[in-house]
């Protein structure tokens, strides 16, 4: 089994930064590939950003490209999510993810994730 804990969530105003963590424990993969999904209320499950074990490949959602950064440190098996210039509409509960398969590529899907973290909040203010 593989736990996923983010952390780094929180309030900010419309145009600030924060910066989300995900740390990845239990049974490790070699080339899992991991990644973030969002979910406000009402609304469906939202693929934000995804990275390869390398990092050589990255996916981002059009609504966040430009904005955030995704970024990996295998070393500590943690994954992070920059994210800058945050507007109301990124307020949602944002989940690590991670596939196990290692098939080198990001997918914007969620069942392709088998892994899920427990989700931290973001709310950003006008």
């Known amino acids: 089994q593989v736990q996923l804990v983010e952390s780094g969530g929180g309030l900010v105003q419309a145009g600030g930064s924060l910066r989300l963590s995900c740390a990845a424990s239990?049974?490790?993969?070699?080339?899992?590939?991991m990644g973030w999904f969002r979910q406000d209320p009402g609304k469906e499950r939202e693929f934000v950003a995804g990275?390869?074990?390398?990092?050589?490949?990255?996916g981002y959602a059009d609504s966040v490209k430009g904005r955030f950064t995704i970024s990996r440190d295998n070393g500590k098996n943690t994954v992070y999510l920059q994210m800058n210039s945050l507007k109301p509409e990124d307020t949602a509960v944002y989940y690590c993810?991670?596939?196990?398969?290692?098939?080198?590529?990001?997918?914007?899907?969620?069942?392709?994730?088998?892994?899920w973290g427990q989700g931290t909040q973001v709310t950003v203010s006008s």
């Open positions: 993810v991670l596939d196990p398969r290692g098939l080198g590529y990001v997918s914007t899907f969620p069942n392709q994730y088998r892994y």
């Open positions: 239990g049974r490790t993969f070699s080339t899992h590939v």
């Open positions: 990275i390869s074990w390398s990092g050589g490949t990255t």
